[in-house]
């Protein structure tokens, strides 16, 4: 599985960025798709994921009100758009994928995204929000 991220940029506090994930090679209908987040100095957070086939999300609560995630299975990109951006947004967004549905399905069920659960990592992009 290949995937590119792209969107990231500096905006200011308020702005809006869409991040986008181009993955190649996922081809098992339950495949899912992953963002994560790395802040300098922080570890790696998840923010959200989808299983395009079915649309099943998740999103982390605290980007829950700001924060949505979609697919274009046809085009076999995944969405992330982030609104009212904050500082504390700032870091390096990296999309992840799995072969099967458990990873985001558990995430659904428990709450929380697990970056060990994904075997597949993009180079990241980095999106900085100035205050």
């Known amino acids: 599985v290949q995937l590119v991220e792209s969107g990231g940029g500096l905006v200011p506090a308020g702005g809006s960025l869409r991040l986008s994930c181009a993955a190649s090679g996922l081809t098992s209908d339950e495949g899912v798709i992953a963002w994560f987040r790395q802040a300098p100095g922080k570890e790696r957070e998840g923010v959200s994921c989808?299983?395009?086939?079915?649309?099943?999300?998740y999103l982390a609560n605290s980007m829950k009100d700001r924060f949505t995630i979609s697919s274009d299975k046809d085009k076999n990109m995944v969405y992330l758009q982030m609104n009212s951006l904050k500082p504390k947004d700032t870091a390096t967004y990296y999309c992840?994928?799995?072969?099967?549905?458990?990873?985001?399905?558990?995430?659904?069920?428990?709450?929380?995204?697990?970056?060990?659960?994904?075997?597949?990592w993009g180079q990241g992009t980095q999106v900085s929000v100035s205050s």
């Open positions: 992840a994928a799995d072969g099967h549905e458990y990873p985001c399905l558990r995430a659904v069920l428990d709450h929380d995204l697990l970056k060990t659960e994904y075997g597949s």
């Open positions: 989808i299983r395009p086939s079915v649309t099943t999300t």
